[in-house]
Structures are given as structure tokens and as C-alpha cells.
Nanobody
Framework: QVQLVESGGGLVQPGGSLRLSCAAS????????MGWYRQAPGKQRELVAT???????NYADPVKGRFTLSTDNAKNTMYLQMSSLKPEDTAVYLC?????????????WGQGTQVTVSS
């Protein structure tokens, strides 16, 4: 079993920056992909950024040029650097790990961290 814990959220003014962290309780093996998702009140969960096992990173259009995903495998940690934040970025941000298992893939999720962008 693996536990994912996000941190780094908070209240920030428009144009500001935050760095989110996702720490895994142990080293992860057989990773299909990892990523960040977000869910705002009344909206469906949406993809923010993902990284595949080959290191290819994809970003959703609304965050391209503003957000940067990175990983530190030695620390079992994934980051999301968020810059030029907008009110529409307000959401609960969730860390995801999709692991390969004998039956296919399993998704693991963190508890989420709240990001609020407001004047």
C-alpha cells in the first residue's frame, strides 16, 4: 500500500506563486504515470499536469506556461510549481499515482490541498 500526502496549498493573491508537494510513503515501483489534478466547487475533477514513466510531461492548456511539474525520486516526492496564479486556479489540488498491477492499473490519491487565489 502507498500513501500520498500533499502540502503547500494556501491563500495567495492573483499573480502570486505557490509550490505544492506530494510525498509518497514509500518508493513507488511500476509507475505508469503520476500527476496533479484539481477540483473546484461544483466542477468535475480536471487534469493539471502528468508525467509518464518515460519522463514526458503534459500540461493542461489553462496552466501551460505557468505551472511546472517536477519530481525528486530520491525523496519520493513530486512538485507543482505554480506561478502567475489566477482566481480560476482556485481548487483542491490532488496528487495521483497510477501504478501498474497484475490486473492492469491502480490509482492512488492524496487527500488534497486547498489553493485559493483571491485579492
Amino acid at each position: 500500500q502507498v500513501q500520498l500526502v500533499e502540502s503547500g496549498g494556501g491563500l495567495v493573491q492573483p499573480g502570486g506563486s505557490l509550490r505544492l508537494s506530494c510525498a509518497a510513503s514509500r518508493r513507488l515501483f511500476s509507475i505508469y504515470a503520476m500527476g496533479w489534478y484539481r477540483q473546484a466547487p461544483g466542477k468535475q475533477r480536471e487534469l493539471v499536469a502528468t508525467i509518464g514513466s518515460g519522463g514526458i510531461i503534459n500540461y493542461a492548456d489553462p496552466v501551460k506556461g505557468r505551472f511546472t511539474l517536477s519530481t525528486d525520486n530520491a525523496k519520493n516526492t513530486m512538485y507543482l510549481q505554480m506561478s502567475s496564479l489566477k482566481p480560476e486556479d482556485t481548487a483542491v489540488y490532488l496528487c495521483n499515482a497510477r501504478l501498474i498491477v497484475p490486473s492492469g492499473v491502480d490509482d492512488y490519491w492524496g487527500q488534497g490541498t486547498q489553493v485559493t487565489v483571491s485579492s
